[in-house]
């Protein structure tokens, strides 16, 4: 689980990426330009991906670094793994 700070940080990542998406679904009603709203939808990914990566970077201090130390290093080094093959 992330410290408040680091769930701050994650949350407003999250939040830019519905704001990017807000932005999307308006383009889309109004009739914009298609490479507008491809752009936009860019800006949606690259946001996802960015908060994503936080909470994968705080999984890996936190989480994996404990099951590390107890001894548990397989489970969640293929955890890990698993994620990473989604990408």
Request: proline share 1%; aromatic share 2%; with cysteine.
């Amino acid at each position: 689980m992330p410290n408040n700070n680091t769930k701050k940080g994650i949350l407003h990542r999250y939040q830019i990426a519905r704001g990017h998406l807000d932005k999307v679904i308006s383009m889309l009603g109004s009739g914009e330009y298609c490479i507008d709203i491809v752009h936009q939808s860019l800006a949606v990914q690259a946001a996802l991906k960015k908060a994503d990566n936080e909470v994968l970077k705080n999984h890996l201090e936190t989480c994996v670094s404990d099951s590390i130390k107890k001894g548990d290093s397989k489970e969640a080094i293929g955890e890990v793994m698993q994620v990473l093959k989604k990408r």
